[in-house]
């Protein structure tokens, strides 16, 4: 056990640490993995949309919404995001959209049909600002277990 009446301590731990009990406080735990299943498809029809990723590995914080296919910042800090659609053919822009601001802040422009399509973006959002993983484009997508649309908290502030 430390104690200590001062109101703040440092704990340098060179080794192994064992916990008996419960720790206290982990922080701001935020994290999400959200995935297609397979044959589910995106509309088309000229008009941007999400990737419709109704599935999730972990959803720490409850931030990412399996409705809307967004991610809504429960606190405000700084967020790494990653979209990727795999698997498929694909031939057109996809990224990472700030509903919130309506901005893209990350785009992949694809001039040929690949396989892959990767985004990443790190950024600032306040609470309650929401990201979604979309085209832009009037492409038909099929949605599997490889198109993901992940992100975490790096660090509130």
């Not at 299943?37 to 919404?65: Q, V």
Request: net charge negative; aromatic share 10%; hydrophobic share 40%.
């Amino acid at each position: 056990m430390i104690y200590s009446s001062a109101p703040a301590h440092t704990l340098d731990v060179s080794g192994s640490v064992a916990v008996s009990g419960t720790l206290a406080s982990l922080g701001n735990k935020i994290a999400f993995l959200a995935y297609g299943s397979g044959g589910t498809s995106a509309p088309s029809g000229g008009a941007a949309y999400s990737m419709p990723l109704t599935n999730t590995s972990y959803n720490y914080g409850g931030g990412y919404n399996t409705t809307q296919h967004w991610f809504a910042a429960p606190i405000k800090g700084i967020y790494s995001f990653t979209g990727t659609c795999g698997g498929i053919n694909v031939a057109g822009a996809f990224g990472l959209f700030n509903v919130t601001t309506s901005a893209w802040i990350a785009v992949h422009s694809s001039v040929a049909t690949t396989d892959w399509v990767s985004v990443s973006a790190t950024i600032e959002l306040n609470a309650g600002d929401c990201i979604i993983f979309r085209n832009n484009n009037s492409l038909t997508v099929t949605s599997d277990a490889n198109t993901h649309f992940m992100g975490a908290l790096i660090t509130p502030t």
